[in-house]
């Protein structure tokens, strides 16, 4: 997470959400001090919660990058660990959906 910290201060004022989610598997004290340094927003989510976003996602480890449009929609369910400058150009491509 820390190195998405550049590329998302260079897409400052555009119209992108960045969304953190954990489970039951991270430590809730934990989560709760690291999530005051890093922008955007954060859940913690049950683990009920977790298998189901789990299976939507395939997720098999994390952290696990996904891109999703204002209407929910899984545009690449596995950015992976592409760098930044590939990620600052593929965000705005997904501005309008």
Do not use: C
């Amino acid at each position: 997470m820390q190195r998405m910290k550049p590329l998302k201060e260079g897409l400052e004022g555009k119209d992108i959400a960045f969304v953190y989610i954990t489970g039951p598997s991270s430590q809730r004290g934990t989560w709760e001090n690291m999530i005051p340094d890093i922008r955007g927003h954060h859940y913690y989510v049950s683990g009920d919660e977790w298998n189901q976003l789990s299976a939507h996602f395939n997720i098999s480890g994390i952290p696990h990058y996904a891109l999703v449009n204002k209407s929910v929609a899984v545009i690449n369910p596995r950015v992976g660990f592409m760098n930044n400058a590939r990620l600052k150009d593929l965000l705005p491509e997904h501005l309008n959906d």
